[in-house]
T-cell receptor
Framework: ETGVTQTPRHLVMGMTNKKSLKCEQH?????MYWYKQSAKKPLELMFV???????ENNSVPSRFSPECPNSSHLFLHLHTLQPEDSALYLC????????????FGQGTRLTVV | SQQGEEDPQALSIQEGENATMNCSYK?????LQWYRQNSGRGLVHLIL?????REKHSGRLRVTLDTSKKSSSLLITASRAADTASYFC??????????FGKGTTLSVSS
């Protein structure tokens, strides 16, 4: 256990569905991240939150909508996804953005049908 | 892009042998980190080396950093079957999120 918990671990959704991924950390970290990992591609940084404020949005389509209600919780709201959005979505946290180690959750394996 | 590029993409060795993976990056960095990922799971931090450091050790791991060549290497000595995983380097500039490379897939057979 890394101290970062992601739910659900697996999710199958249709292209017209709306679902949310949840990430929770109680490590006292101030920075939280969403990464996307597709087969045979490097991890892609999607969003960065620092002290609950979004500081980076890496040209992510609007069908992905992040929410950070407090420094311990991070959500990724999904709607009208495409099959190519199927991937492993990883949440991470760190004490500060980039200058310390990141702790990753186990990921949510998303399949869009 | 400051994205790291690992080399080789895949590496197969026997138990007891050493495994060396390399990482190259493009821009100046604040630090470079190595992570390990077992199949389909989250990444686990292995070691962090700052831009003013040249070498770091942690157990059977040895990391070097050459900022003039913008490269780093990860050496795993006396490898074990349990070391089978994907290994990623990640770089960051001050205050920015980690950017990861494509990774090296290491397979250690007994």
């Amino acid at each position: 256990e890394t101290g970062v918990t992601q739910t659900p671990r697996h999710l199958v959704m249709g292209m017209t569905n709306k679902k949310s991924l949840k990430c929770e950390q109680h490590l006292g970290h101030n920075a939280m991240y969403w990464y996307k990992q597709s087969a045979k591609k490097p991890l892609e940084l999607m969003f960065v939150y620092n002290f609950k404020e979004q500081t980076e949005n890496n040209s992510v389509p609007s069908r992905f909508s992040p929410e950070c209600p407090n420094s311990s919780h991070l959500f990724l709201h999904l709607h009208t996804l495409q099959p190519e959005d199927s991937a492993l979505y990883l949440c991470a946290s760190s004490a500060g953005a980039g200058n310390t180690e990141a702790f990753f959750g186990q990921g949510t394996r998303l399949t869009v049908v | 892009s400051q994205q790291g590029e690992e080399d080789p993409q895949a590496l197969s060795i026997q138990e007891g042998e050493n495994a060396t993976m390399n990482c190259s990056y493009k821009t100046s960095i604040n630090n470079l980190q190595w992570y390990r990922q077992n199949s389909g799971r989250g990444l686990v931090h292995l070691i962090l080396i700052r831009s003013n450091e040249r070498e770091k050790h942690s157990g059977r791991l040895r990391v070097t950093l050459d900022t003039s060549k913008k490269s780093s290497s990860l050496l795993i000595t006396a490898s074990r079957a349990a070391d089978t995983a994907s290994y990623f380097c990640a770089t960051s500039q001050a205050g920015t999120a980690l950017i990861f490379g494509k990774g090296t897939t290491l397979s250690v057979s007994s």
